[in-house]
Structures are given as structure tokens and as C-alpha cells.
């Protein structure tokens, strides 16, 4: 059975956290003189006030849309910090690892490497998917985290749900579910199975659907003591006020980014086909996110070629499994439409 005792670091369940103006008077005051904030404002006529550290109204509206209640969300600065938060509440440096499945998202690694915590690797299978049995092979006695990214990037598919429900069954520590892509994915968030099981994390973003990249939020969905553990540790204000008040007036239009979402995929569907149909494009994976790995001929070279260009796309064939790929995200129809007349143009010089 899954207990947070047992896999959270000593120093860090024993921690008192620190202690803020704003948490130790949470109340309406008609003067505020607590927190050594500007008293008179600032050239802006605004944020001279600190920010709510735990981001209730924001959660709020967060817990309605994802049918989440608040006290199991936790809000990090874009979920990187999700991810190095989950690291420092309970991988032990020196000590403990975790379970990455590649080709996957980078920062997995880099925050395990960050953390000193070791990684064990059990790469995707050839289509990309979970392999159920060799993840359960790799689990010790010191394996406190097993990161799943579905769908996956760099490869855009969605990984087997029932593997992952298996995994999250079974294991003694956190299955971290990383859903950056859900939105433009057919299948159902696993934010369902929050009431099923303890040890799962869901980890979800405004930067991608939503299209907010640059103001940071990303969202960690979880049992109240894993919520509980991360706001002990993160720092106290790490979400900034206009962050805040932009993702809620984004929130109220959330029909709009419904609809930019409907086009992004109905475009990563015509270039599927495009792409398809280029004979030097030797494979398009099937993508459930809004980009496409392709494998290609002369991939390096396309790659180059696209620069010149002035189109840029990423560069995946390094990775593993993926020779010869090249990562490409949906742009607008116009982006799209000179992306794929100048791929044309490179295999036909
Ligand atoms: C883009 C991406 C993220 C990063 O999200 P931020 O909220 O911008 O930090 C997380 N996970 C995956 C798989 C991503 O591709």
C-alpha cells in the first residue's frame, strides 16, 4: 500500500516551512502594513502588493473546469517546477532514483541530475509504447518516482492507459503523469483516477493548449498530503500576481482557446497527411499533441535546409530511437503551408 511516509525525504517531513506576512494574516485589513510591501504603489499603479501564495481563486476556477476540488492542486512556475519540486520533497540525493521511459521529455534527467538522484532508463518499445513488464523489472527499494509522459513528447502519442494504471496499481511510489498535451489528445485526463490512487500525479500546463507559454503556470494534481508537501517546499510567492490575474481572465474565455485547440489539431491533421504523402518522409508518427515526428531522409541536412529558410524545427535524430527525426510543431495554416513547400522544394533539387 502506498503511504507518503514512506517515500517522502526525512528532512523535508520534518521541515517548518517559512512563514509569510500574507500566510499568518489571511483576512481583509483596511491597512496593510505587514509585509514591508510599497506602501504608495509603484509606476505602474499596481502589483505593489505581494501575491496570494496559494493562488485560492485561481484554484478555484482551475478545480470547476478540471473537476478537481482545490486542495488537490498545487500550482508551480510552469511545471518544470512541478518537476524539480517533486525531486526535492522525495528523491534523497545520493540515494534514491527514479524510472524515465525515452525518448522523452528532457527535464525528467535534468532535474534528477540536478537533484543528484540516479535514473533508470527503460526505453519506449518500437511504436513508442509503455513496456509494462521491463518498467516493473527496474523498480527497487529506492525508486521513488516513475515519470510517464502521455502524450509523449517527443514522439506526440498517447502511451498505453492501462500500463499506466498497472504501473500505478502496483508501485509503492509516485507514477507522475505528465499530460502537457492532453488537450489536444481524444483520451480522458487521468485526473479521473485522483480518487482511485494515492501515489498519482498528474502534471498539466498553460503553456501549451492554452497558448500562455510566457507567463508560467503549470499545475500538479494530486492526493492533499503530496499537494500539502509541495506547498511546504516551494518558494512562498511563486506565482506572481500577473500571472495570476491574466490565466483567470483567460479562464472566463475558455471557449475561445476550445476553439484554437479544434484548429491546431484539424492543422496537425492536414500536415500528417501532407507529410505522408512526401515520399522522403519515411515515417510521421501518429501524433495525439500538436507537433509531429517525422523520420526522414537526409534528415540533418532538411534540418539545415529549413534554417536557411528561416523555418526552424527541432532536431530530435540524437535522441534515442530517433534517427533521422525531426520534431515539428503545428504552426498557423500559413506557417504550415511554407513549411511543407519548402520540404517539397529540399527533396526535389
Ligand atoms: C512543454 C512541456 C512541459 C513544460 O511545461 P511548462 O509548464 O512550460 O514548464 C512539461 N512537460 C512536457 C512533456 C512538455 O513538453
Redesign the pocket.
Known amino acids: 500500500m502506498f503511504s507518503i511516509d514512506k517515500i517522502i525525504r526525512e528532512n523535508i517531513r520534518t521541515l517548518t516551512p517559512y512563514s509569510s506576512a500574507r500566510d499568518e494574516f489571511m483576512g481583509t485589513a483596511d491597512i496593510y502594513l505587514d509585509a514591508n510591501e510599497n506602501s504608495i504603489g509603484s509606476a505602474l499603479n499596481q502589483y505593489n502588493r505581494y501575491p496570494d501564495p496559494l493562488q485560492r481563486q485561481l484554484k478555484e476556477v482551475i478545480g470547476k473546469l478540471k473537476k478537481v476540488s482545490a486542495e488537490n492542486i498545487f500550482l508551480g512556475n510552469?511545471?518544470?517546477e512541478c518537476i524539480d519540486l517533486l525531486y526535492r520533497c522525495f528523491c534523497e540525493p545520493g540515494r534514491d532514483n527514479v524510472i524515465i521511459c525515452p525518448p522523452t521529455?528532457g527535464?525528467y534527467e535534468v532535474s534528477a541530475n540536478i537533484n543528484s538522484t540516479a535514473v533508470k532508463k527503460v526505453p519506449l518499445t518500437t511504436s513508442f509504447d509503455l513496456d509494462e513488464k521491463a518498467v516493473f523489472k527496474s523498480i527497487d527499494a529506492y525508486t521513488k518516482i516513475i515519470w510517464i509522459?502521455s502524450p509523449n513528447?517527443p514522439t506526440g502519442n498517447d502511451v498505453n492507459l492501462t500500463a499506466i494504471e498497472n504501473i500505478a496499481r502496483m508501485f509503492e511510489g509516485l507514477v507522475v503523469i505528465?499530460e502537457?498535451?492532453i488537450d489536444f489528445s481524444p483520451r480522458k485526463s487521468c485526473t479521473d483516477w485522483l480518487n482511485k490512487y494515492d501515489n498519482v500525479v498528474v502534471?498539466q500546463?498553460?503553456?501549451?493548449a492554452w497558448g500562455l507559454?510566457g507567463l508560467?503556470?503549470?499545475m500538479a494534481f494530486a492526493a492533499t498530503d503530496i499537494i500539502q508537501t509541495l506547498n511546504k517546499v516551494k518558494p512562498p510567492y511563486n506565482i506572481n500576481e500577473a500571472t495570476q490575474q491574466l490565466v483567470l481572465k483567460a479562464l472566463k474565455k475558455h471557449k475561445a482557446t476550445l476553439q484554437v485547440i479544434d484548429e491546431l489539431v484539424a492543422q496537425r491533421n492536414y500536415l500528417e497527411l501532407q507529410l505522408t504523402g512526401i515520399k522522403a518522409v519515411e515515417k510521421v508518427n501518429p501524433s495525439d499533441a500538436n507537433f509531429l515526428l517525422i523520420k526522414c531522409a537526409k534528415s540533418n541536412e532538411l534540418y539545415r535546409y529549413l534554417l536557411g529558410q528561416g523555418i526552424v524545427v527541432r532536431d530530435r535524430s540524437t535522441t534515442l530511437n530517433c534517427e533521422n527525426c525531426l520534431r515539428i510543431t503545428v504552426g498557423t495554416a500559413e506557417e504550415n503551408r511554407k513549411l511543407l513547400k519548402a520540404i517539397r522544394t529540399f527533396y526535389n533539387r
Open positions: 510552469g511545471s518544470d521529455y527535464m509522459c513528447n505528465d502537457a498535451y502534471l500546463t498553460f503553456s501549451k507559454a508560467r503556470l503549470g
